[in-house]
Structure formats: C-alpha cells, structure tokens
C-alpha cells in the first residue's frame, strides 16, 4: 500500500469525453476524419460584456486581444468583429469589405459600425449581442495541436486580465476550457468533501458496528484498497477520468 501511495502524485485526471470512448468506435473514427478534412471540432468562446463596450479604447484593445488568440499555437483562426466581412451590393454584383475598416472614434462612426452589424445575419446575435452590450471571440482549434487545457485556459484568462481589471464581465465557452475548470474544481471538490464523507462512514460504521474495531477496520480496508488502485492507475500510464 505504501509503494502504491508513492505512485499516486504521478495520477493524472483525463476529462476529455473523447477519450473515454473506443479510439476503434466507427463514430470516433468518422469524426477524427472529418477533423482531419474541414477543421477541428472544438472551439473556445470568450465573450466580453460591458455597457460601455464601444468606446475607442476598448475596441482596440479587444482588436489586440484577437490577435493575440489568433498567434496562440492551438488556434487555427478566431472570428470577431475584427475578422469578419461585410457583402455590400455593387452594379456588377457584389463586393467584400472588412466589416470592421478601422477603428470608430466618433458616435456617428460608432452608429455606422453597427448599422452595418445589425444588417449582417452572420454578426448580429452571434458575435455581438442584439443589446450591442458584448462582444464574442470564437478560436477554433488546431484539429493536429496538442491540446493542453489548462494552459490554454490560464493563457486565454491571462490576455483577458486586462479587460476583467477595467470591470468588465468576461465569459468563456468551449469544451477545452470546460475540461480545464471541471480538473480544477474537482481537486477543490475533493479536499473539500472528503472529509465530510469519511466523517459520516465513520459514524455510520460506529452506529451500524458500536466498537471502534468495527469502525477501523472496515475503514481501513476501504482507504488501503482505494490507494492501490489510484496507485495502479499511475504506475500503468492509466488516466482517471470523470
């Protein structure tokens, strides 16, 4: 028990539901190739929330901010308001414009800029909130990247620091930052609950057996055996998921 407690720092906790299924599954399989061919499937949303969201300042700030998601190595591209187009008829047809030319300075260009995202379906409600009170990032991710969550979360939650400093609210989405605050709550979880349950084993055991040989035993049977197979887990490569 002792050997296979030394063995327990080395266990690492897996959260990708990708994982917990067959890599042979015909659909695990359909969908790496799909990945492979158009993109990769998971994506990270940081949304910013403000009622003075279109002040010169921030906006460029925010244009910085989706440069610097897109120079991250994971990301394959971010769409924003920074990013994406507008189609404006012409006489021969149509044309492509930057939806976003520059940076507003004035209320008329502020007015403008979103008289032009009101008329855009693919922007409005999706990237901007139909209020005009915040403003959305999506990274799509690398599908060929080695993922690391909770790097790329401290990352995304390091460039936003200066927008969540301000006052600003901040909201991420995407199953890679989910992933990354389900392993770091779940050790938070545990210290902070385990006691309680073994508390109350102890005093079930101390109802049910009315000796504290009746209660140490059983409980010590119960933590030796938990510790060799967390322990086994580590020392076979053997990733506990949730």
């Known amino acids: 028990t002792v050997l296979f407690l030394r063995q327990m720092p080395g266990l ?5 539901i990708k994982n917990m299924l067959p890599p042979d599954m015909p659909t695990v399989k359909s969908l790496n190739q799909m990945e492979a061919v158009f993109g990769g499937s998971e994506i990270i949303v940081l949304a910013v929330k403000s009622p003075h969201l279109w002040s010169k300042e921030t906006l460029e700030y ?10 991250l190595p994971e990301m394959d591209r971010v769409m924003s308001i920074f990013t994406a187009t507008n189609l404006t008829s012409t006489p021969d047809g149509f044309s492509v414009e930057d939806l976003v030319e520059s940076i507003p300075e004035t209320a008329p260009e502020v007015n403008a800029l979103k008289s032009r995202i009101r008329d855009n379906d693919l922007v409005y409600g999706n990237l901007v909130s139909e209020d005009f009170k915040a403003i959305s990032f999506i990274g799509l991710l690398r599908p060929s990247a080695e993922i690391n969550d909770t790097h790329l979360r401290e990352t995304t939650e390091r460039l936003a620091a200066k927008v969540k400093a301000d006052g600003y609210e901040i909201y991420y989405a995407g199953l890679p930052l989910t992933r990354s605050f389900i392993s770091l709550h779940m050790g938070t979880d545990m210290r902070r609950f385990l006691p309680y349950g073994i508390l109350i084993l102890i005093l079930l055991l101390a109802v049910s057996f009315r000796s504290w040989m009746g209660v140490s035993l059983p409980l010590l049977v119960v933590i030796m055996r938990t510790i060799r197979t967390f322990g086994r ?7 506990f998921t949730c």
């Open 62 to 71: 925010l244009s910085a901010l989706g440069d610097s998601l897109s120079d």
């Open 12 to 16: 690492e906790v897996d959260t990708n």
């Open 233 to 239: 887990m580590a020392l076979l490569a053997l990733k």
